[in-house]
Structure formats: structure tokens, C-alpha cells
């Protein structure tokens, strides 16, 4: 666990490959439309997208003539839970604090847009 999670810091170090991740949470993209946004060759892209793949982040696929990249969320859940360990980075319990707005809003009630 310890080496896949160092290739997942790893990956995540880059600028680059962190645009990449969040591109990729909109929808699957062909690596050419993922290059696109980026100053740099379909080459150097394609080397960020083999680290990515490496590290668990991301699949590709071939459809037809076309290479997709799509995320892979679990890699970046077990980046998660380890960085809970520390305790300051836990995780919102979203159904507790939607719970807990419906218990002081009162249901049906909508919370103000501006406190």
C-alpha cells in the first residue's frame, strides 16, 4: 500500500496531471481533447497521462481509433483515508450535517443565502 500511495503523491505533485484529474471529473476524455487546454506537445501530455495510469488515477481505453481517459476515484479514496489518520483532514459527514440543518431549519424551510 505504502508504494501505490507514494505514486499517487507523486502524480498529484505535477500542476499539470492535477488539471488533468480535474478535467477528468466533468466526463471521460479523448487524450487529444484533454491536451488541448495545455502549451505543451501530445507527446508530453501522453507521458502525463502513463503516471496518472500508474498511479491508479486514471484508466485509458481505446475506442476505436480514439484513447480515452477516464478517473478512477479509488486511488484517490485511499489518498484520502490515509491523510485521515492525521485527524485534520477528516472527511464531512455530509448526511450527519444534512441531518443536522434539517433539525435546526426545521423541514421545508430554506437557509438564508447570505448569513
Do not use: Y
Request: hydrophobic share 45%; with cysteine.
Amino acid at each position: 500500500m505504502d508504494a501505490r500511495l507514494d505514486m499517487v503523491f507523486s502524480a498529484l505533485a505535477d500542476p499539470t496531471r492535477r488539471s488533468i484529474l480535474a478535467m477528468l471529473l466533468e466526463d471521460d476524455m479523448a487524450v487529444t481533447d484533454v491536451a488541448e487546454p495545455f502549451d505543451m506537445s501530445l507527446a508530453a501530455i501522453s507521458k502525463h497521462l502513463v503516471i496518472l495510469t500508474k498511479a491508479g488515477l486514471i484508466s485509458q481505453e481505446k475506442r476505436g481509433r480514439v484513447k480515452w481517459c477516464k478517473l478512477e476515484p479509488d486511488a484517490l479514496r485511499d489518498a484520502s483515508i490515509w491523510m485521515q489518520g492525521f485527524g485534520q483532514f477528516e472527511a464531512v459527514n455530509l448526511d450527519a450535517f444534512e441531518r443536522f440543518l434539517t433539525d435546526e431549519l426545521g423541514e421545508g424551510d430554506e437557509p438564508p443565502l447570505h448569513p
